[in-house]
């Protein structure tokens, strides 16, 4: 039997896109994956980003790194910056440290603790947002660096939402050591698996 060609491609999600290559119920012409890349057609995101959110995905047709960034039990490394309404203080970023209870599922749930918080003191270098994002000119909108070693649905817009400081816009910068880096949106990258592993699992075989 002929081994199956692994490939991977990390991609700059762009503003809303649906993280699928078929077409979304309910919603005409919804921008989708297919619409960016002719991806192979084994070859599915890992994990997803809401369509209101942009920044790194990853899409693989390995089965066996799928398994082992979805299974809740192997907790890996997300980090995002996060551009907010209003200025959290040291008690909200706090509570984000420490985990907050969002709803999942219709029930209250307690998130893991955060990796890191940091309130970022200059915005990040990112290219314009299309549209671009409603500001209130009264309210200020600061960035946050935030790093979680989960992902339920829209957690980090919950988590910020429950602190006072709803979300404006989210980019997903890394994915453990796999960096969004220069990539613009809409733009692929196709990578090897050594540096895949490297990167996600600093080479170890699982």
Same mark, same amino acid.
């Given at each position: ?8 491609? #990390?991609?700059? =999600? +762009? %503003? ?7 077409? @979304?119920?309910?919603? &005409? ?74 709803? #999942?599922?219709? =029930? +209250? %749930? ?7 918080? @940091?309130?970022?003191? &200059? ?84």
């Amino acid at each position: 039997m002929k081994k199956k060609n692994n490939r991977y491609f #990390v991609l700059y =999600k +762009p %503003y809303g896109v649906h993280c699928r290559f078929s077409e @979304v119920a309910g919603i &005409q012409d919804a921008p989708t994956l297919s619409g960016l890349f002719a991806f192979p057609k084994d070859v599915y995101p890992v994990g997803r980003l809401d369509a209101d959110s942009e920044g790194l995905l990853l899409l693989t047709n390995d089965s066996g790194l799928n398994h082992r960034l979805l299974n809740p039990q192997f907790a890996h490394r997300r980090t995002y910056w996060v551009q907010v309404e209003g200025v959290p203080d040291a008690a909200a970023l706090g509570q984000l440290l420490e985990g907050v209870t969002i709803t #999942v599922n219709h =029930k +209250p %749930y307690h998130t893991r603790p955060a990796i890191a918080v @940091v309130l970022l003191q &200059q915005p990040p270098n990112l290219p314009p947002r299309n549209p671009p994002v409603r500001y209130r000119a009264n309210i200020p909108a600061p960035w946050l660096q935030l790093t979680l070693t989960e992902g339920k649905n829209r957690q980090v817009r919950r988590m910020c939402a429950a602190v006072g400081h709803p979300v404006l816009r989210l980019v997903r910068i890394a994915i453990e050591q796999l960096q969004l880096g220069s990539l613009q949106p809409g733009q692929v990258k196709e990578i090897s698996g050594n540096t895949v592993y490297k990167t996600l699992f600093n080479g170890s075989p699982f």
